[in-house]
T-cell receptor, first 114, second 116 residues
């Protein structure tokens, strides 16, 4: 079945460092790909998404490119801030059914040191 | 923007009692809502898909009689944990399908259940 694998955390970086969180997926068909973020004590928020191959999703300085050839959707940010400390979830969903369920990766906890 | 409200945010109950958690879409109608369970430091596990006006679809391994889901209107779905036990203690999160956003889910802030 469909699945998402993302790099294990926790990841600890200094402020202004470059961030990469790896995510690969296994899916039939042509799924949409997502990154969700969960700040401490809050629910999940959609960070960015990509709906087809070679699409780049971006938001708040974060970027991820849908790579069909490597089945990857790695999250990157050029300069992280303390406020980026959160848990990040890679996820996939059906691209052709509006009611398809979303499958999440295990989450990566990111901590940024001042 | 789309907002999903979940209530209560925290609940503590005694073993053997039942607890109801509400999930409301505040400014849009949601024919489909999803209920997830999140264990500490782990990912979200989909429990069931809640469809307005029909029975919920449960994922394999989730007890239907234990976790009762009702989706009586286009803006409200409820999850009732019946005869709760300490192992049911967890973070429960609902989400709703925003009508115009293909596969984009809006999540509630979650409900932390602690069973003593």
């Amino acid at each position: 079945g469909d699945s998402v694998t993302q790099m294990e955390g926790p990841v600890t970086l200094s402020e202004e460092a470059f961030l990469t969180i790896n995510c690969t997926y296994t899916a039939t068909g042509y799924p949409s790909l997502f990154w969700y973020v969960q700040y401490p004590g809050e629910g999940l928020q959609l960070l960015l998404k990509a709906t087809k191959a070679d699409d780049k999703g971006s938001n708040k300085g974060f970027e991820a490119t849908y790579r069909k050839e490597t089945t990857s959707f790695h999250l990157e940010k050029g300069s992280v801030q303390v406020s980026d400390s959160a848990v990040y979830f890679c996820a996939l969903g059906g691209g052709y059914s509006s009611a398809s369920k979303i499958i999440f990766g295990s989450g990566t906890r990111l901590s940024i040191r001042p | 923007g789309a907002v999903v409200s979940q209530h209560p945010s925290r609940v503590i109950c005694k073993s053997g009692t039942s607890v109801k958690i509400e999930c409301r879409s505040l400014d849009f109608q949601a024919t489909t809502m999803f209920w997830y369970r999140q264990f500490p430091k782990q990912s979200l596990m989909l429990m069931a898909t809640s469809n307005e006006g029909s029975k919920a679809t449960y994922e394999q391994g989730v007890e239907k009689d234990k976790f009762l889901i009702n989706h009586a209107s286009l803006t409200l779905s409820t999850l009732t944990v019946t005869s709760a036990h300490p192992e049911d203690s967890s973070f429960y999160i609902c989400s709703a399908q925003f009508p115009s956003g293909a596969n984009v889910l809006t999540f509630g802030a979650g409900s932390r259940l602690t069973v003593l």
